[in-house]
Structure formats: structure tokens, C-alpha cells
């Protein structure tokens, strides 16, 4: 009858474990490859609205006419890349009311009024906002907004979803911003008369 060294028989258990270990690693290794959704698990329980992870616009160039009192707008350049029209039904910021404004013909003379049906940006299109056209008209500032501040805005659209963005204050001398209705007073960017439609 062999003989069994005491190192032999340590021997042994420890092999058997050692293979035991390989076993369980290749089998959690296979458990784990042929279950694709384990591994997608972690990220599908994060939810990411598509507006706060791409924007539902573009927004290029945004900027705000720095004023100290009254009134002032913010313009930039809207950018719709998708497949459906958006519009832009609102906007706010923490300095002001905001309204969406656009100028247009009245009686022969150029006016200032709120946009009805608020600000559509055309599939694959885009829409300016800028002096002496459509625009986010700060109504009432309660506090100046001087060049090189940052203000940030938020855009709501007419499917109920939102978009924040900054816009940079800077000097622009096309014109005073005010606005007070039944008075004829210069408009934004432009030497025309701020006389509110009815």
C-alpha cells in the first residue's frame, strides 16, 4: 500500500480547491456573456429626457443687449437638426418677464407685439432672433444687466418640454430698449417705434 506524505495529503485539498475556483470563475464568467440585458442594466435605470440630453434646439450665438432699467431683449440664432417642426411657446429668465415679441406692419407703420402662437423653427431650418424682428423681450428688469453678465433662460415648447440656456450681455448701440404701451418709443436694435398692436 503506497504511502501518503503528510505534504502530500496538504498537497491534495489545496489542488482541489484551486480547481473548484477555476470552475466557478469560468462558470460566472459564461453566466455573465450570455446575459446581454446584465450588462446594459446599470445604464438602462438612468433616465435621460431626450431635451436634457441633446436640446431640442440648437441655440447659437444667444445674447442679450446689456441695459441698466426698463427694458432689453436677447437674440441668437434657433437651429432645428430634427425631423418635425418645433415652436417655441414661451421663455423666462430670473431678471424679468419675458415675452416673445415680433415686429411687424400695422397701418403703414412698424410695431412691436407679443407673437402669437409663439416662435415656429421649421424642420431642418432655422430661426434668427435679433433686432427689429422676432425676439425674447425682457419686460420689466429688476435689476441691470450690464456687459458680460451671463443670464440664463429657458425656453418652453409647445409639446411641454424644456431647454435652458446662457446668453452673454454685451453693449449694442442700434438703439434704446423700451417699451411703454400707447407711447411711441424706440425699439430694440432699430430707430422704429415701439407702438404695441391691440
Known sequence: MPRTTVA??????????????????????????SDPSAESSPSASVSVSPSAAAG????????????DKGMTAAFGTLV????????????TTDVSPTEL???TMKDGTMVMQPKQGGIVVKAH?????EPGGEHL?????????????????????????????????????????????G????MPGTGMSATPAS
Not at 498537497?11 to 462558470?27: D, E, T
Not at 409647445?158 to 449694442?172: L, S
Not at 407711447?183 to 424706440?186: A, I, L, T
Request: proline share 6%; net charge negative; hydrophobic share 45%.
Open 8 to 33: 502530500g495529503a496538504r498537497r491534495r485539498p489545496a489542488i482541489l480547491l484551486a480547481a473548484a475556483a477555476a470552475s466557478l470563475a469560468v462558470g460566472v464568467t459564461g453566466c455573465g456573456s
Open 56 to 67: 431640442v434646439l440648437d441655440i447659437r450665438d444667444p445674447w442679450v443687449k446689456a441695459a
Open 80 to 91: 432645428n437638426d430634427g425631423d418635425a417642426d418645433v415652436t417655441v411657446t414661451a421663455a
Open 101 to 103: 415679441h415680433e415686429m
Open 125 to 129: 431650418s432655422t430661426a434668427v432672433l
Open 137 to 181: 423681450m425682457l419686460m420689466d428688469l429688476k435689476q441691470p444687466v450690464k456687459a458680460g453678465d451671463e443670464l440664463t433662460f429657458t425656453l418652453t415648447f409647445a409639446d411641454g418640454r424644456t431647454q435652458a440656456f446662457t446668453a452673454v450681455a454685451k453693449p449694442f448701440t442700434g438703439a434704446q430698449e423700451t417699451y411703454a404701451p
Open 183 to 186: 407711447h411711441d418709443q424706440p
